[in-house]
């Protein structure tokens, strides 16, 4: 905890503390709890504008995301994977929601370890992120976000990052949902007017059921059309997108849903999907959101790949956290955070 010693400004709200170190030449942002483990010989009293060394009864643990920025700057949206480049595009947020609503299993208590995820009203939002890979001459998007809900603006936003829709040579769909296919067709057309649509193949055996697919309007709106098109292909697990983007089966959230492996130069990161959609999942793993189609099998999927990332030490990119949704699962005093970039 020597790094306390440098910190700027805090600010001790309630249980909580919130503030900005300078350390190392970076600046990171960093939310500490009251409630868990306990520093008795590193005890300090923490006042704003520094730290005294009087004795105190307050003890702080580093519970949630630690954000590094370079000095100033937003988080970087670009980043590479040996020759692979991945830019973090966004396409908007979900509606705010109460979290216990949206994780059943989940309590305000755990919730409350999380202050920079909760709101003032302890609601959550969900990032509606997409990214586009560069990868051997291959353009690809992976996911298309949600368009209409509320008000998506990923076209603008790749425009502003310097990827143009029209050069995109596939898009790859994780699975199904609404806030993954939703820019699809634009008006009836093709919003990506030169791409192959990949998606896989045991995710679209399940949503085109008749019984499914009936209650499904952004399949039958946003992916079907493309059937009739003749721009879909179904491809199963360990396809290769190119040689250093590969498929993988991480089901639950949806039957047939896939993540990404990238590998290349020796370099590995991982397209997360919605394998997981908050980052208290990295410590509260068992909570799943209702939207999981298959609750068990979600939640077994979770564990086997977030235990896997955090062993691997693995880049992972993820869609519905804080943007630009990249980071790492590390172990911070025995329990799993999400580290974003
Ligand atoms: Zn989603």
């Known amino acids: 905890m020597a790094w306390l010693s440098e910190f700027s400004k805090s600010l001790l709200i309630n249980r909580y503390l919130e503030g900005i170190v300078h350390w190392d030449s970076k ?24 730290i005294s060394n009087r004795p105190g009864p307050k003890h702080f643990l ?23 480049e991945v830019v973090s ?41 997409s990214v586009a890979l560069r990868s051997q001459g291959k353009l690809i998007i992976v996911d298309t976000g949600m ?8 076209l603008d936003d790749m425009k502003a990052k310097g990827v143009d829709r029209e050069a995109v040579d596939i898009v790859f769909l994780t699975h199904l949902h609404p ?18 649509y990949l998606a896989p193949r045991s995710d679209y055996e399940y949503w085109s059921q008749p019984d499914v697919l009936s209650n499904a309007a952004h399949v039958r709106e946003q992916v079907m059309p493309l059937n009739d098109l003749n721009l879909m292909d179904l491809v199963d697990e360990k396809y290769k997108i190119t040689d250093e983007i590969t498929t993988v089966s991480t089901p639950g ?36 959101p209702i939207f999981d189609i298959q609750q068990d099998i979600s939640r077994a999927t ?23 949704g990249f980071g790492h699962f590390v172990r911070v ?9």
């Open 302 to 324: 979770r564990h086997k790949v977030l235990d896997h990332l955090e062993a691997e030490s693995t880049l992972v990119s993820s869609g519905h956290f804080p943007d630009p």
């Open 147 to 154: 368009q209409t809900d509320p008000g998506g603006r990923l």
């Open 89 to 129: 595009v966004l396409d908007g947020y979900s509606a705010k929601r109460v979290p216990t609503e949206t994780f059943p299993g989940s309590t305000i208590e755990g919730w409350r370890e999380y202050p920079d995820i909760l709101d003032e009203n302890h609601q959550i939002q969900s990032r509606y992120g």
């Open 27 to 50: 600046y990171f942002s960093f939310a500490l709890s009251a409630d868990f483990i306990e520093y008795p010989r590193q005890s300090r009293d923490l006042s704003e504008g520094g």
């Open 62 to 84: 580093l519970t949630t995301m630690c954000r590094k920025h370079e000095s100033g700057k937003m988080a970087d949206h670009k980043i590479t994977v040996g020759n692979v």
């Open 253 to 288: 959230h949806t039957p047939g849903h896939f993540s990404l492996i990238i590998a290349s130069s020796g370099e590995r990161a991982f397209i997360l999907g919605d394998v997981a959609h908050s980052p208290a999942q990295a410590h509260y793993t068992d909570w799943n």
């Open 179 to 196: 806030d993954h296919v939703g820019w699809n067709l634009t008006d009836g057309k093709p919003t990506f007017p030169n791409a192959r």
């Open 333 to 341: 005093e025995g329990r799993r955070v999400w580290k974003a970039l």
